[in-house]
């Protein structure tokens, strides 16, 4: 199953306990189709960037929730529900991709290897010397001069 992130926009004046009784109701419809609620945050109050216009006027602010889950691909085509609630100025859903960081971007063997031969090449061009400067250059230009 995908990994999914559910960003939900509220209205400022929403309770706590009307928020918390919309983010049960997307979990129990996770939990329905067999899906797994991952990981919750919530951000406060969000100052936007522009008004939202609804019915009973305009928001320049909101609560901003994020619900991770996972869930079966046809999950997105269930959340119309959502477009009727009264307390949600927007919702949003994201799918993760299958992006690796790190190491696990290389695998197991690969990394070490790779991350090995980054670190000789760097270090290769020790052995030039720092003082060296392009005297050569300058000299010609001296020699040039003193014949005029």
């Known amino acids: 199953m995908p990994l999914y992130d559910c960003m939900l926009l509220l209205k400022p004046h ?19 189709k067999k899906g797994v609620l991952t990981d919750m945050k919530s951000f406060g109050k969000v100052q936007l960037g522009y008004g939202i216009k609804k019915l009973d006027g305009k928001y320049y602010q909101g609560q901003l929730m994020q619900m991770t889950m996972m869930t079966p691909p046809n999950f997105n085509k269930e959340l119309h529900y959502l477009n009727k609630e009264d307390r949600l100025l927007r919702w949003l859903l994201v799918k993760h991709r299958d992006i690796k960081y790190g ?18 090449n760097l270090y290769e061009d020790e052995d030039v010397d720092e003082d060296d400067d392009d005297d050569d250059e300058y000299d010609v230009n001296h020699e040039e001069r003193k014949e005029d």
Do not use: I, N, T
Request: glycine share 10%.
């Open 14 to 32: 929403v309770k706590q306990e009307a928020l918390m009784d919309l983010v049960a109701r997307v979990g129990k419809h996770v939990y329905m």
């Open 103 to 120: 190491l696990e971007f290389f695998g197991e063997d690969d990394g070490k290897g790779e991350l090995s031969k980054f670190r000789s």
